[in-house]
């Protein structure tokens, strides 16, 4: 994978999730780039499951690594698309400037 590229995953189970997405995560880790989990959920639970993955909590604790709410952060709100795609933009300018 390369850094423009994305990816979708069907899968049946959230453990079959995470264990494809953290496969993803650390791909993005060793190559040097910053990475984000995002899912639904609580973001306490989300970092819980992924602290397994090897570098992790380092990397969380360096802002390599950042894991966000997609509960907390749409909640059942309408989307404002040109605020979402300025959060995007902010997020990708600090790793950029990082």
């Known amino acids: 994978m390369g850094p423009h590229d994305h990816v979708c995953w069907a899968y049946s189970e959230t453990a079959e ?6 496969e993803f995560l ?4 060793a190559a040097g780039f910053r990475v984000c989990s995002l899912r639904p959920g609580n973001v306490g639970d989300i970092a819980d499951d992924l602290r397994g ?3 992790w909590s380092q990397a969380l604790r360096e802002g ?3 894991v966000g709410s997609l509960s907390e952060l749409y909640g059942d709100d309408v989307v404002d698309p040109a605020r979402r795609v300025r ?8 790793a ?3």
């Open 17 to 22: 999730f995470t264990t494809r997405a953290g």
């Open 26 to 29: 650390a791909d993005g880790l």
């Open 53 to 55: 993955l090897a570098g």
């Open 64 to 66: 390599a690594a950042e």
């Open 87 to 94: 959060a995007h933009a902010d997020a990708t300018e600090r």
């Open 96 to 98: 950029v400037a990082d």
